[in-house]
């Protein structure tokens, strides 16, 4: 027997309720939104993780396309996608931060904007269309570790060419992250790695007999400095699109050596993100970081020390084509123009390699994401749903294509 139909104030309830912070896994959700879709029709399929500890959602409603263009042509349908993990809830909330809670015009738990407030909309609106109905499918595509460096999206994009039950996918997609409903054609991208410093240890009396790779990272560092003030000067294609941050951000975001007071420290890790924005390239970028780091490493008193790297995560920018008829629609239905551009990444940047048209848009803001006391305003999950219905109406009912 199929669940009882939720109100999407209540399925939000239970999505919330589901502790899926990223360092857990995120099974039972995917398998409670499985069962809750589940239905003739509509094909639920699960994509695990390597290690079977997590799994992807993918959610195929009303008719199949055709493999006639090999995938490259337009292809009508609507994507809706979205993440299920969530950053840690962390000390400071006032309530339960795995309970909603009513808090006058919003609802207040971990991750009712980011982005758990758009999946329980999804979820409610592919459960209500009647599968008959649909010209061309819906899609829901949601994923697990974004948060940790779009983990599942790119496992999904690395892995799609040769999952058995795999089907072509329409164009138009819709990433539901919190935009305050502003429509997002543009964000920056993240590169990550980690540069492992490693000198001699010898006891701290006696500090000639071995090499400091703390002091090293210290000047990794201030090489790093340098190399931040120079990208903040640079204006690549496209830099005005993003007017707080028109150049690709470099943070040194953690720093880890040492092990006791009396050791000259042997090891220190260093760990840097740049944002890349839409057209650089990244692993030119990547390469600079690595280069400051090795000069800086490569000399001082009492000697050098070696350094070696490690890729962390990429997450690629987006930059969705112009004329895309998704960015049109959601114009339209919005009054609001598809220019926009962030400077956090999404899925959208994995997932376009799949070929799609990666707007992204959805309820609640940004800047009170992963802070306690999260909150998704009402209003805006209210005015999400027929802007959504209209967009299933467009694409999937009428067979718009994208």
């Given at each position: 027997?199929?669940?009882?139909?939720?109100?999407?104030?209540?399925?939000?309830?239970?999505?919330?309720?589901?502790?899926?912070?990223?360092?857990?896994?995120n099974?039972?959700?995917?398998?409670?939104?499985?069962?809750?879709l589940?239905?003739?029709?509509?094909?639920?399929?699960?994509?695990?993780?390597?290690?079977?500890?997590?799994?992807?959602?993918?959610?195929?409603?009303g008719?199949?396309?055709?493999?006639?263009?090999?995938?490259?042509?337009?292809?009508?349908?609507?994507?809706?996608?979205?993440?299920?993990?969530?950053?840690?809830?962390?000390?400071?909330?006032?309530?339960?931060?795995?309970?909603?809670?009513?808090?006058?015009?919003?609802?207040?738990?971990?991750?009712?904007a980011?982005?758990?407030?758009?999946?329980?909309?999804?979820?409610?609106?592919?459960?209500?269309?009647?599968?008959?109905?649909?010209?061309?499918?819906?899609?829901?595509?949601?994923?697990?570790?974004?948060?940790?460096?779009?983990?599942?999206?790119?496992?999904?994009?690395?892995?799609?060419?040769?999952?058995?039950?795999?089907?072509?996918?329409?164009?138009?997609a819709?990433?539901?992250?919190?935009?305050?409903?502003?429509?997002?054609?543009?964000?920056?991208?993240?590169?990550?790695?980690?540069?492992?410093?490693?000198?001699?240890?010898?006891?701290?009396?006696?500090?000639?007999?071995?090499?400091?790779?703390?002091?090293?990272?210290?000047?990794?560092?201030?090489?790093?400095?340098?190399?931040r003030?120079?990208?903040?000067?640079?204006?690549?294609?496209?830099?005005?699109?993003?007017?707080?941050?028109?150049?690709?951000?470099?943070?040194v975001?953690?720093?880890h050596?040492?092990?006791?007071?009396?050791?000259?420290?042997?090891?220190?890790?260093?760990?840097?993100?740049?944002?890349?924005?839409?057209?650089?390239d990244?692993?030119?970028?990547?390469?600079?970081?690595?280069?400051?780091?090795?000069?800086?490493?490569?000399?001082?008193d009492?000697?050098?020390?070696?350094?070696?790297?490690?890729?962390?995560?990429?997450?690629?920018?987006?930059?969705?084509?112009?004329?895309?008829?998704?960015?049109?629609?959601?114009?339209?239905?919005?009054?609001?123009?598809?220019?926009?551009?962030?400077?956090?990444?999404?899925?959208?940047?994995?997932?376009?390699?799949?070929?799609?048209?990666?707007?992204?848009?959805?309820?609640?803001?940004?800047?009170?994401?992963?802070?306690?006391?999260?909150?998704?305003?009402?209003?805006?999950?209210?005015?999400?749903?027929?802007?959504?219905?209209?967009?299933?109406?467009?694409?999937?009912?009428?067979?718009?294509a994208?």
């Amino acid at each position: 027997m199929a669940a009882p139909p939720l109100s999407d104030a209540e399925l939000l309830a239970r999505l919330v309720a589901f502790d899926t912070t990223s360092d857990r896994s995120n099974l039972e959700l995917a398998e409670f939104l499985a069962g809750y879709l589940e239905r003739p029709g509509v094909r639920v399929r699960l994509l695990p993780s390597g290690d079977a500890e997590k799994a992807n959602l993918v959610v195929f409603a009303g008719p199949a396309l055709g493999d006639a263009d090999g995938g490259h042509g337009d292809r009508p349908g609507l994507v809706l996608s979205g993440h299920m993990d969530v950053v840690p809830a962390g000390e400071g909330w006032s309530s339960d931060p795995f309970t909603l809670t009513d808090a006058g015009d919003s609802w207040v738990a971990r991750g009712s904007a980011d982005m758990k407030g758009f999946l329980a909309l999804a979820a409610n609106l592919a459960r209500a269309v009647e599968p008959a109905r649909l010209a061309a499918p819906l899609v829901l595509i949601l994923t697990y570790d974004e948060e940790v460096g779009m983990l599942g999206a790119r496992h999904l994009v690395e892995s799609w060419d040769g999952v058995p039950w795999r089907e072509p996918l329409p164009r138009a997609a819709v990433i539901g992250e919190p935009t305050e409903l502003a429509v997002v054609a543009a964000h920056k991208g993240h590169v990550k790695l980690r540069a492992v410093l490693r000198g001699r240890s010898a006891h701290s009396g006696y500090p000639h007999l071995g090499v400091n790779a703390i002091e090293a990272a210290g000047r990794a560092i201030a090489a790093l400095t340098e190399l931040r003030r120079a990208l903040e000067s640079e204006r690549p294609p496209g830099a005005e699109r993003f007017a707080e941050t028109p150049y690709p951000a470099l943070n040194v975001a953690t720093v880890h050596g040492g092990t006791a007071v009396n050791v000259v420290p042997e090891r220190c890790a260093v760990e840097v993100g740049v944002r890349v924005l839409p057209g650089m390239d990244a692993a030119a970028l990547a390469e600079r970081v690595r280069a400051a780091i090795a000069a800086a490493a490569g000399g001082g008193d009492p000697g050098p020390v070696e350094a070696s790297f490690e890729p962390l995560a990429e997450s690629p920018p987006l930059a969705v084509r112009a004329g895309a008829p998704i960015l049109a629609a959601l114009a339209e239905l919005t009054g609001r123009d598809g220019l926009g551009a962030v400077s956090y990444a999404t899925d959208g940047g994995w997932l376009a390699r799949l070929g799609l048209d990666c707007a992204v848009w959805g309820p609640g803001s940004i800047t009170v994401a992963h802070k306690p006391d999260e909150s998704l305003p009402k209003a805006d999950l209210a005015a999400a749903r027929p802007v959504l219905e209209a967009l299933i109406e467009r694409f999937c009912v009428r067979g718009g294509a994208a």
